[in-house]
């Protein structure tokens, strides 16, 4: 059976096992498109009622049904017509025992009566070019699947609702409108400048403007939940990152001595802190050195500094005895920054360790300065407040987030809003009604890649291949 493709849609018939690999009491193989249920009907010893399961036989295909084949196994059959499935195809699914033995057999029966093997996400690809979801919804079904948290599992089933896609298309349809209006006025160049004015195209962007920049907000909260947000250690050797690291983990992740410049490479440890997914990573001790595997490593800390969501910058208390001065090391800690180039929009924490080397006066003194987190990782003291400071630097203690996002949808976002700016800056310097439509018109461009209502093919092959296989 060969795949006809007309508009973008594949009509062949596709299976896959629907359950994870391994063994399991339930194992589902589904099918998908033209034909699956005379395919099935061929496997079964009863007929099929839309949408009703049925308990059957299953059995190897002969071509005579007065004469069947082995038995492979008993279970329940589902049959979804075209137009009432999850693809909007017709979809057949065998829930028979979880033996990878049995499902072989029903992937290897259905294959010889004409179905192929399904790619990665090629059910859910086909609900999208369906209709039966836009492209955003379809990768909330990825991030649900593999949500690592309450909050995350919430967040993508409200995307798979469409709460995100709504909002985004709510801008898009408004930026049409716009679109419109402005390319209308092209038609009277004499005339464009006060239509433009008389129309308040400009107050209208800037409304535009403000709706993206909450959604960018949101959506930025989305996906940090949903893709984890990475927190990067970076400090001199020897001032307890990696017991740092250790702590926050809850386990012995990092090799702990009193030998500076043990952490030679970058060290990730992933873990779930207030329902949002880190990425703790430990890195080389910050130093000159003439050693070419620690260069390595500390180019790779400074590196790990500038794509981190957040830094955390550990100093230690031993460094700066016998007197202490926070103004010293605040002065430290800003020039740090400032050397290693971390982008001004990410958070940086400084933590000063040790302070279980401090008589309790000098530690209750120096826990008052509001610019530095002070604490014991031997003895967990501030680790709490640390935990805390963390979660609320990523923004995480605002309540749960109203959906997930990726990194492209920012993108997108981020993009169409810089294209709305732009459209202003060309309104109030009067230029061309052109150069105020094509910005608008690439705005547009960026959402509908969003929803997939614009998407170029070769990004929904990345998009979908991240699936698992049977989804």
């Avoid at 049995?102 to 859910?124: D, I, K, Y």
């Avoid at 386990?251 to 990730?268: F, S």
């Avoid at 957040?310 to 001065?325: G, H, T, Y």
């Amino acid at each position: 059976m060969s795949a006809e493709i007309s508009g973008g849609l594949q009509t062949d018939l596709i299976v896959a096992v629907a359950t994870p690999a391994g063994q399991g009491g339930i194992g589902i193989v589904r099918l998908s498109g033209p034909k699956a249920k005379e395919v099935v009907d061929q496997l079964i010893n009863k007929p099929l009622k839309p949408r009703t399961a049925a308990f059957c036989t299953l059995q190897e295909p002969t071509g005579d049904k007065a004469n069947p084949g082995h038995v492979i196994d008993e279970g329940l059959v589902l049959w979804f017509p075209h137009g009432q499935s999850f693809t909007g195809e017709e979809v057949v699914e065998i829930h028979a025992h979880g033996s990878p033995v049995v499902l072989q057999q029903l992937l290897n029966c259905c294959c010889a009566l004409g179905a192929r093997l399904a790619r990665p996400g090629e059910f859910t690809e086909r609900a999208f070019l369906q209709g039966k979801l836009d492209l955003a919804q379809a990768e909330a079904v990825a991030d649900l699947i593999a949500s690592g948290s309450v909050a995350a599992a919430r967040g993508a089933a409200r995307s798979l609702r469409g709460d995100f896609s709504k909002q985004v298309n709510e801008i898009a349809e408004d930026l049409a409108g716009l679109r419109i209006l402005v390319e209308a006025c092209i038609d009277f160049p004499e005339e464009e400048v006060e239509h433009l004015q008389d129309a308040q195209v400009g107050a209208r962007i800037e409304h535009q403007i403000a709706q993206l920049r909450e959604l960018l907000t949101n959506s930025t909260q989305g996906r940090l939940v949903n893709e984890g947000a990475a927190v990067a250690l970076l400090g001199a050797p020897n001032v307890g990152k990696s017991s740092l690291l250790n702590r926050l983990a809850g386990e012995e992740a990092a090799i702990v001595t009193d030998i500076p410049g043990t952490t030679r490479d970058l060290l990730k440890v992933d873990l779930v802190l207030g329902g949002v997914p880190l990425r703790l990573v430990d890195t080389a001790g910050l130093r000159p050195t003439e050693d070419v595997v620690e260069k390595i490593g500390v180019d790779r800390a400074e590196h790990q500094a500038r794509e981190a969501d957040l830094v955390i910058m550990v100093f230690a208390v031993d460094e700066f005895l016998p007197e202490i001065n926070p103004n010293n090391i605040g002065t430290q800690f800003a020039d740090l920054i400032e050397r290693l180039e971390i982008p001004e929009a990410t958070p940086v924490l400084g933590v000063v360790n040790k302070i279980d080397l401090l008589d309790a006066d000098r530690r209750k003194h120096l826990e008052c300065e509001g610019k530095l987190i002070w604490l014991s990782v031997k003895e967990g003291d501030g680790i709490q407040t640390l935990q805390k400071t963390i979660l609320n630097q990523l923004g995480a203690l605002a309540g749960e987030i109203p959906y997930t996002a990726r990194a492209r949808h920012i993108e997108a976002l981020s993009s169409a809003e810089v294209h709305l700016q732009t459209a202003v800056l060309h309104l109030k310097a009067q230029a061309a009604a052109e150069l105020v439509a094509e910005e608008l018109r690439t705005a547009h461009l960026d959402l509908g890649e969003i929803v997939g209502t614009m998407t170029p093919d070769d990004l929904l092959g990345r998009i979908f291949s991240e699936f698992c296989i049977g989804k």
